[in-house]
């Protein structure tokens, strides 16, 4: 596989002043890559130990969703505010440039107990935080996180007591 961080841009001053933003994009555009990524990430133990995976809006719904596909286990969404439709349970979380909330819809988390959670990117970990809260709420199991990138000097890792699998390290 070639070098992923080889096609990650990082952005200055994006969203906000101070931020150098990590756009992973290029690496959907370059399928042997992305391809050799999903089989890798698929794979993985975490993924392996969960009934299903819970994907986080909306570059986690790429990475998500193609593991699902891969490693034939049920994806759920966890989404921003006003994205579904029916019961929800929310939670709220900090950025490294404000605060946001994620949803869940109640009834897509009643066939499973255990979850693997996919996202794109780990930096402070609050969106992945505000998941895994939920999920416990909720009383279901996290198999643990697997992730494209993991920005290590943000330290995201630190608040989470199950399995954190990062494919590259910056």
Do not use: H, W
């Amino acid at each position: 596989m070639k070098n992923l961080e080889s096609l990650i841009k990082t952005y200055n001053d994006f969203p906000r002043k101070g931020i150098a933003f990590k756009d992973i994009l290029g690496i959907v555009q370059d399928t042997e890559v992305f391809r050799e990524l999903i089989l890798k990430m698929s794979s993985n133990k975490v993924i392996k130990s969960s009934e299903a995976i819970i994907s986080i809006d909306a570059r986690g719904f790429i990475f998500g969703s193609a593991i699902s596909l891969q490693a034939s286990k049920p994806m759920i969404v966890a989404r921003k505010p006003g994205k579904l439709p029916g019961e929800i349970i929310k939670g709220n979380y900090n950025l490294e440039y404000g605060k946001s909330s994620l949803s869940i819809q109640k009834e897509s988390l009643e066939k499973f107990s255990s979850y693997a959670i996919v996202d794109d990117l780990l930096a402070t970990g609050g969106t992945i935080e505000c998941v895994a809260n939920l999920l416990r709420k909720s009383g279901k199991e996290i198999s643990g996180l697997i992730t494209v990138v993991e920005l290590l000097e943000l330290n995201g890792r630190s608040l989470f007591d199950f399995p954190v699998e990062s494919m590259l390290i910056l």
